[in-house]
């Protein structure tokens, strides 16, 4: 067995018990004895995920993520936009890979009756968006049928248009209003910056990511090469003040 999971674990309580019941132990017995490779942990709540964290044990965590969720819509919409980014960031930091659940809201954000934000988003969208956050390196859509599997790899030949999610620019709360959220809508950038990727590279490396400001210098173009020409400014949907910001970035790095 290559992965043992602490499984849906959402409650403080919860983990308190898991510790204290003997499961636990258990799997770390598992590890010790080499038949559990990793330790894995699912859970949708941020201080949870936080807390487990803490301890040190776990390399991959599965974690609900959705714009829905995110702006704070839906069953499993726990903890602020930032708490949740934070979290993203965390484990991009700590090389914890994140495995995506419930990317379309259990279905509710593919339907504009049924979606917070009263306006359908495609399949293709919420995938794109929970790979652009941190961490992120799979996402698990519910599939039933092998049409699903089709359908949902099409998303590797999908067109950067179809991808695209600049729509939730209008529904973002304020508290997410003026984040980068490494979506590139405001491509292309006539420089040739790779604005998301950049900006990335940045708040993580802001959060203290080591490895974030090694990539960083390793991109074809830097916050240096930025021409101030403000396409970005007024393309983006999430009211970032990138020209701006691309300043601050070139002060962090040094170009
Ligand atoms: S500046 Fe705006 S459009 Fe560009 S990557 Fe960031 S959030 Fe997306
Ligand atoms: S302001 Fe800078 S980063 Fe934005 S589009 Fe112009 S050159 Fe690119």
Known sequence: MDYGFIHCLDAVEDWDSYQKNGVLEYLLDMKQQG???????????????????????????????NPGYDYRHGDYANGSTDER????????????????????????????????????????QCMQYALDKPG?????????????????????????????????GTFAPRDAVGNCVYCNHCQPCPAGLNVGLINKYYDLAMAGDAMAADHYT??????????????????????????????????????
């Open 85 to 124: 980014m934070e979290l993203y960031r965390r484990c991009e930091a700590e090389g914890i890979g994140i495995s995506v659940m419930k990317p379309f809201s259990g279905g509710q954000l593919l339907d504009a009756k049924t979606s917070p934000f009263k306006k359908a988003l495609t399949k293709y």
């Open 218 to 255: 390793k991109l074809e173009k830097h916050a240096s090469d930025c021409v101030d020409c403000g396409h970005c400014d007024s393309r983006c949907p999430f009211q970032v003040k990138q020209s701006k910001r691309m300043e601050k970035i070139q002060a962090r790095f040094g170009f």
């Open 35 to 65: 038949v559990v490779k990793h330790i894995g942990l699912s859970t949708h709540t941020p201080e949870l995920a936080n807390l487990v964290l803490d301890a040190g044990m776990v390399e991959q965590l599965m974690f609900s993520i």
């Open 136 to 168: 992120v390196l799979t996402v698990l859509p519910g599939i039933r049928y092998a049409e699903d599997v089709q359908e949902l790899l099409g998303f590797l030949n999908a067109t950067p248009e179809e991808r695209d999610y600049g729509i939730l």
